[in-house]
C-alpha cells in the first residue's frame, strides 16, 4: 500500500459483497466496545490478490439510532475515525513486507449505541484504535 493511500478511504476497500458480508457474520470473531461491535475476519490471500488487504462495513441500525440524519452523520464520523486509525492494520515485519499483504481482513463496524449521548469524533476514534489494535495482536502477529 502506497504511503499517500494510508489515511485514504477508497470506494474499493468498503465491504459490499454479499457473499463476504455473510460469511463475516457467520464465521467471524467480535469484539465490544462502548460505542461499536467489531466483527471481524480473517481469509486467506486469493491467487490473483487483487482485492484490498482490509475491507469494512459500516452499520448503524434504525433501533439504536432512529432518525435516518443522525444515522447517516453517525456514519460519516465512524468512517472518517476509521480511515484515521487504519493505518494500525498495516504494521510491517522486518523484511518490509505488511502483515495484511499475505492475508485479507474483513471488518463490520456496528454502532451498538451504549451509553445515552451521541459519541464524539474523537471517542469514536479512540474506540476504534483501542479494537484495531486488540484485532492486529490476537489475529495479525
Keep these: 500500500m502506497s504511503s499517500r493511500h494510508v489515511n485514504s ?14 460469511g463475516l457474520f457467520e464465521s467471524g470473531k467480535s469484539l465490544k466496545g462502548d460505542y461499536l461491535k467489531f ?3 480473517v481469509t486467506e490471500s486469493d491467487v490473483n490478490g487483487r482485492a484490498p488487504a482490509a475491507m469494512v462495513l459500516f452499520a448503524v441500525s ?20 476509521y480511515r484515521h486509525e487504519k493505518h494500525q492494520l ?16 474483513h471488518i463490520a463496524l ?3 449505541g451504549g451509553k445515552k449521548s451521541f459519541p464524539s469524533f474523537e471517542l469514536l476514534r479512540q474506540e476504534i484504535s483501542r479494537l484495531l489494535h486488540n484485532i492486529r495482536l490476537s489475529e495479525l502477529t
Design 90 to 105: 498495516f504494521g510491517l515485519h522486518a523484511d518490509g513486507s505488511s502483515e495484511l499483504c499475505r492475508n485479507h481482513l
Design 62 to 81: 434504525k433501533k439504536a439510532v432512529p432518525h435516518a440524519v443522525s444515522r447517516n452523520k453517525l456514519k460519516r464520523l465512524m468512517r472518517e475515525a
Design 9 to 22: 478511504l477508497r470506494k474499493h476497500e468498503i465491504l459490499r459483497k454479499e457473499q463476504l458480508i455473510s
Design 110 to 112: 456496528l454502532y451498538i
Design 39 to 41: 466483527f471481524y475476519r
